[in-house]
């Protein structure tokens, strides 16, 4: 019999997960399990709500990217309503709900790279928890750490005038937007004083990125080579394949670069993607049909939106996805450690999406809404911060929600960390019968590249410790820590 | 406590999750007695959770108290200062506690606020709106504790 490790982060909500490793009877990792409570509940409890609700009930889901979910169930109910699947709307609601977007992009891009990817970079992953932190990092690097908090304000401010609020926003409503900026507002934005203004922004992405990528010149083996394995990927991609994190149609390539699925409406996901149940887990695990359970699993989040479009519409990114593509010999990048890269590439992308969109004139005024014949099913897609994000809804002549499925971006990427777990785990867990800090740094850095959604519904109550619980052979508790 | 300086109330929490939207309903009350009262000197603040850009928020305010709701085992509200923490990276999470906001207000800006968290002990956590009739009693508790620390 094996020994088993448990790492289990602890939260008070119900988004949680826990690392289980199999050691075999040399002490030679044999399996490794992330496990991630997923609550699904949400699907059963808006059944019988008129539909026009959900853009606002969603946001209950997450305090973190209410924004996607918002968006995400517009998206679907425009179809319901008859407005279209995402090329029917008003070129003001289009650009207002792509505004809000990119700002949420932006913020939440911005959050995870400073305050979480950051420490790891400047002190590298072994070093005492108590400086690697984003305090730290002030300590350290003033500078970047005032540009993240500024960033994430930027973006914070920006979903503010466009969903109308902080805290359950009502921008985007069925077929539209219910606002437009004013002058005022726009110019706040686009030419206010620095530093809260687009031309800042897009040169603090430009400084981020300089930042990892001098890093990744001095630490090129380490990025390369902590977590590395073949997967799919899909995405979202815009009709030319240029890459559009609102709206587009679906594309997966394998990790050749092929494309295995490609300008696939999503409103017929339902013939391409299902979803695997383990017993052993509460998440379930999506993959292609075509290609079935076993090979067909795939990746989403930054990473694979840079590996699955041919160009990115803004002329800055594309400069850094032209260098991103040619470091990965014009392949797909299967580097865990590259979606940190693949995040600052879409940061500097949203801040020039969001400068492009104030300086258009359909931002402060034109028509809001349209309307069409309604129907009675309808599917969102967005490319929310962590990956592609699934809205499904069905409703009765009574206008109620009778079904809704929702697949969000970190089930989307269950198997792929699943895999980077086991990969790291492989690397520094083999022969150890203690449990060390590297080891448990090196778990934590792995999973934190996807940026997993795990305090779904609401904010997390305090700190998430890790808890590593050590077994012999015979399922006896040999060592347990925790931080 | 005095009203003449700049004082932050800033409460966190989610409304669409019963009474985890303690602190937001209880800014809501706060705003009308503001208001109807004339009370000067007093930001209001409601948010679904604190982040990084709430160091530079209090970093110009002489007093900021934090109010959240809170299933710990605590009479009904509980009032203490806050203590700057360490502050750990998490294994992966995007939101922050009153005192990691106050240590990344020291670090970044120099200096902070007397700063205080309000917790508001909260019972029922389920996808629904509005308040259980138990918070709401432990809501009119804290907004009266407020009141008089605040005037």
Redesign the interface.
Known sequence: MGRKITIEPVTRVEGHGKVTIHLDDDGNVAQTRLHIVEFRGFERFVQGRPYWEMPVLVQRLCGICPVSHHLAAAKALDVIVGAGTGDGLTPTAEKMRRLMHYGQMFQSHSLHFFHLASPDLLFGIDADPAIRNVIGVALKNKELAVQGVMMRKFGQEIIQITAGKKIHGTGAIPGGINKHLTVEERDRFLKGPDPLNADKMIEWSLSALEFFKDYYKKNKDFIDNFSVFPSNFLSLVRKDGAMDLYHGVLRAVDPKGKKILDDVDYQDYLKYIDEEVRSWSYMKFPYLKAYGKKDGWYTVGPLARVNTADFIPTPLAQKEFEIFKKANKGKPSCISMHMHWARLIEILHSAEMIKQLLSDPDIVEGELVVKGSKHSEGIGLIEAPRGTLFHHYEINGKDQIIMANLIVSTTNNNQPMNEAVSYIAGNYMNKKREITEPMLNAVEVGIRAYDPCLSCATHAFGQMPLEISLYDSSDNLIDIKRK | MHTGGRILIYA??????QD?GLG?RLIEELEKWVESNSIEGIELE????????D??KISDKEIVIFVDAS?EDIEDIHFSPVEPS??????????A?PS?IL??CI??YGKHPETYLLQIRGYS?E?QEGLSEKAEKNLQKALDFLKKKVR
């Open positions: 966190y929490g989610n409304p669409g999750r985890d937001n409601s948010n679904w959770q604190l982040n990084i850009e160091s530079l299933n360490e502050g750990k990276s998490d294994f992966t999470t995007h939101s506690s990691f240590a990344l670090q970044l956590w996808f």
